[in-house]
C-alpha cells in the first residue's frame, strides 16, 4: 500500500468506506495506526477507531460491529 500510487486504484479503495476498528490493548493497533497514516498520506478517507478498554478478541468486536454498521449511509 505504501506504493501503491495509481490514481485509479487509490479511487476505488477510497470509496470502500474503509473502518479500521482496533482497541488501545490490541496487539494490531500500530499496525491499524501506522495504516492509518498511510492512508490519509494518500488522500483516501477513513474512520480510525481505537477503543479506550478493549483488545482483540470477539467480545469487543460483537460491540464495535453494530456500531460500525449503523453509520452506513448510501
Known sequence: MPNLGDPWYLDQIGQMGIVLGTGE???CRDD???LS???NS???A???DVRNGTGHDWPWWRD???HYLSRITN
Open 37 to 39: 497514516h498511510i492512508l
Open 32 to 34: 491499524n495506526i501506522r
Open 46 to 48: 477513513h474512520w480510525l
Open 25 to 27: 490493548w490490541d496487539f
Open 64 to 66: 464495535m460491529f453494530p
Open 42 to 44: 494518500k488522500g483516501i
